[in-house]
């Protein structure tokens, strides 16, 4: 049965991490490179002494509280999650789950709003109860201990907290990122519980690919291909790291809260629609939380390993297997090439109902996006509710 849960970092762990700021051992850098080579080192200057000196933990602790929290035992694991009930006539149950680089914290934006539409001016039929999770191996959760613990046997997990930990028998599945993918398998292995899926990443296991008895590309998947491309040239040195020695680089990550930071802001600038500019799109309270988050519970090593879980166990759905439910997909125009996919190319592989490409956002819209994010969820859930 869930437990309920507060978080409360030791101030002992608070202390280290001021101590480890104190101590950071900086490299140089070309003069001008900026952003070209990696994190740009005056922002990460600035952004360490705003966690060293102005940056308060306790205050964004005792925020986080303010939301139900629980763990409940799944499959040897304790997992950690939000639990918001809704406040409506018949709130339906909805999995929310973050990616990479990320972790539960992403959806603070959305979660009052989707379980409490009236207090941000909403309709209550539009309620639902609310299950923001904290993947295996991210934050709160348990992390993994054997391997082979990709996204398939996550969706497990993630099936089983919803229904026999919460009871609930069938419940709609939202997410990109990892969570796409777990969302895709959940579709696919437990159709009959899943009332719907909302994805901003369908990308695998859509692919502008033909295949015997389809249609042609299209010239917009012909352009997808094409920026994929490009995109691989510059953005997917982490990708080979992560999916062949991911515990080499853990070490020196889980020591240094400034090496931490250096490579997650990375990932936040390149993959979010603030075009250059991270600080137009998160505010440095932001990045903090979410990267204090990972470092508070020691995470990266667990969390990052799930790449290597990608590339090798099985992870998504077969070849021309196609996940029947029905599907909405709120595309994103500032993240990576996959989550601009064009609605030909998500119909070859899913039941697509619903398809917006949506005007801001990327990676993390939750974050950036939070508005937006959560009217497409309610637009797209609304008629499955009278099923």
């Known amino acids: 049965m869930p ?10 762990e608070i202390e280290d991490l001021q101590d480890r700021l104190a101590r950071t051992r900086w490299p140089d850098a070309i003069t001008g490179a900026g952003w070209s080579q990696g994190t740009d080192l005056a922002f990460l200057e600035q952004l ?61 934006k959305v979660i009052r709003s989707l379980s409490d539409p009236a207090s941000s001016g909403g309709d209550p039929n539009d309620a639902f109860d609310v299950v923001a999770w904290s993947l295996p191996g991210f934050g709160f959760s348990d992390k993994p201990q054997e391997a082979g613990f990709g996204t398939a046997r996550m969706a497990e997990v993630a099936h089983k907290l919803m229904t026999d ?40 296991p859509a692919r502008p690919e033909e295949t015997p008895g ?6 917009a998947e012909h352009e997808l291909i094409r920026i994929t491309s490009e995109f691989r040239k510059e953005e997917t ?25 250096g490579w997650v802001v ?25 990267i204090s988050i990972t470092w508070f519970t020691n ?11 990608m590339l090798h166990g099985d992870w998504a759905p077969g070849p021309g297997e196609m996940i029947t439910v029905p599907t909405g997909v709120l595309a994103l125009p500032g993240g990576i090439p996959n989550e601009t ?5 998500i119909r070859r592989r899913f039941n697509l109902q619903h398809y917006r490409m949506s005007p801001a956002g990327g990676h993390y819209p939750a974050l950036e996006i939070p508005d937006i994010l959560t009217e497409e969820i309610r637009t797209f859930f609304r008629p499955l509710r009278q099923e």
């Open 214 to 219: 389809s249609p042609p590309l299209s010239d």
């Open 341 to 345: 996919s064009p609605p030909e190319t």
């Open 299 to 309: 995470t990266v090593a667990s969390g990052q390993r799930l790449y290597y879980e």
């Open 165 to 204: 930990a919460l009871g609930y028998s069938r419940y709609g599945a939202c997410g990109g990122s990892w969570s796409g993918q777990i969302a895709t398998r959940l579709g696919y292995s437990h159709a009959d519980a899943i009332i719907g899926l909302h994805l901003t990443q369908a990308n695998p």
């Open 48 to 108: 360490m002494r705003h966690w060293q000196h102005d940056y308060d933990w306790r205050t964004h602790e005792k925020a986080l509280n303010a939301f139900s929290h629980y763990r409940a035992p799944v499959d040897g694991l304790s997992i950690h999650f939000i639990h918001e009930r809704g406040k409506g006539p018949n709130p339906m149950p909805l999995l929310l789950g973050h990616g990479c680089f990320s972790n539960f914290y992403e959806f603070h």
């Open 3 to 12: 437990e309920p849960f507060a978080i409360s970092i030791p101030e002992r």
């Open 266 to 290: 990375e990932k936040l600038r390149a993959w979010s629609d603030c075009h250059g500019d991270l600080g137009s799109t998160f505010t440095l309270e932001e990045v903090l939380t979410s």
């Open 237 to 261: 040195g982490y990708l080979a790291l992560l999916t062949t020695r991911p515990q080499s680089l853990a070490y020196a990550l889980a020591d240094s809260p400034t090496g931490l930071a």
